[in-house]
């Protein structure tokens, strides 16, 4: 079992516990993930790109960003799970084409 297994199975049931079922279709999941992007790139917005970095490994940078990053994560598990996609595998795939299409 993978951690995203883990992962997916966990929000099967926090969402079940909640029945918020029916509003994790398709397009609320990604209308919520956009936005779950959009707070993390907040938090980057108006920094100097030659600093990011680090100022992102200091907190209170380095616990947001954490808490968005999980945001965005969760909800695209959620999303693969609702389309029936194996996350892991397609991961996998897009990496071995990216590797070939962009061979050094």
Excluded at 59 to 66: F, I, M, Q, V, Y
Excluded at 79 to 90: H, I, Q, R
Aim: negative net charge; hydrophobic residues 50%; contains cysteine.
């Amino acid at each position: 079992m993978s951690d995203l297994t883990a992962l997916r199975d966990a929000m099967r049931e926090f969402t079940a516990e909640r029945g918020w079922e029916r509003f994790h279709d398709p397009k609320s999941l990604i209308v919520a993930l956009v936005g779950e992007v959009g707070e993390l790139c907040e938090l980057f917005q108006w920094l100097p790109s030659g600093e990011a970095a680090a100022l992102a490994g200091e907190e209170p940078l380095r616990t947001r960003a954490g808490e968005e990053m999980a945001d965005v994560l969760l909800y695209l598990v959620r999303l693969a799970d609702v389309l029936g996609v194996d996350l892991a595998a397609a991961a996998e795939r897009k990496m071995r084409l990216n590797a070939e299409k962009h061979r050094a």
